[in-house]
């Protein structure tokens, strides 16, 4: 491991921090592999509940490091392609894994780093956060990193291609008026504020949680409001089955926390 990203568990909140601050996080090959690995193993730890996702340092992430020596003795188009799979799977791992994750954005984010605060589940701003697709800027297509799929399901065609063919940055204002972001909080206070929500899904049944997300990420793409609607009827009936549903009922009605045992 490069100690590239560094983890702290509070209880069943893991806290993931992008930790190469000399570079803006930039996304390095040591870190890419970190989260793959990081969010690629989630699935098999469900003592982990909920996950934030910060970066140290003046801002969260500016996306690939293009100054990083990436030379080896591959063939450069398949170097080239390697890289993409690689940090794609990242995104790919964020929406599979059965937690949610929680992002919050100081500072750039920009390309790659703009696709982390993307693949999250909640995303929460300081002040001074910014953001953009970059990739069109460096002689690229501007659709990349997923930012063709997320963008226009998080903030409408229009603004994504706003973004998307100009890689102009747009500010925490804009990216809360645009739904990019729930909420935008005092830089200071960011952990915090991410740590109380996460307190408050850790207040619900654990299946429960792991199947909203999966819901809802399912839902996004869904073909008809029946498709949409057949899924959530699995996961209800599912759940309704359950201890812990009934668990929940009975501390429902008798005003006390409950006591969830995962069956």
Same mark, same amino acid.
């Given at each position: 491991m490069s100690g590239e990203l560094l %983890?702290?568990?509070?209880?069943?909140i893991e806290i993931a921090t992008l930790n190469r601050p000399a570079r803006l996080n930039a996304l390095s090959e040591g870190l890419v592999d970190e989260l793959n690995d990081y969010f690629g193993g989630l699935a098999a730890r469900p003592e982990v509940?909920?996950? %934030?996702l910060r970066g140290a340092g003046r801002g969260f992430c500016a996306g690939l490091d293009i100054q990083e020596d990436r030379s080896s003795d591959e063939t450069p188009v398949l170097r080239t392609l390697r890289t993409q799979t690689s940090i794609g799977n990242i995104y790919r791992k964020m929406r599979a894994c059965p937690q949610p994750i929680i992002a919050l954005g100081h500072g750039a984010a920009a390309g790659g780093g703009l696709?982390?605060?993307?693949?999250a589940d909640v995303r929460y701003a300081a002040p001074g956060f910014r953001c953009n697709a970059a990739y069109i800027r460096i002689g690229l297509g501007g659709c990349d990193m997923a930012s063709s799929y997320f963008l226009p399901r998080l903030v409408g065609a229009s603004l994504a291609a706003e973004m998307i063919l100009t890689g102009r940055f747009i500010d925490a204002e804009r990216a809360l008026s645009a739904g990019l972001v729930s909420e935008i909080v005092a830089e200071d206070e960011l952990l915090d504020r991410g740590l109380a929500l996460a307190e408050e899904m850790l207040a619900t049944s654990p299946w429960g949680l792991r199947l909203s997300k999966q819901a809802l990420n399912l839902n996004v793409d869904a073909q008809s409001l029946d498709a949409a609607m057949a899924i959530e009827d699995r996961q209800q009936v599912i759940l309704s089955a359950t201890e812990d549903h009934k668990e929940a009922l009975a501390a429902f009605l008798g005003k006390r926390p409950p006591a969830y045992r995962e069956r």
């Open positions: %983890i702290e568990a509070r209880g069943q509940r909920v996950v %934030i696709s982390l605060m993307l693949a």
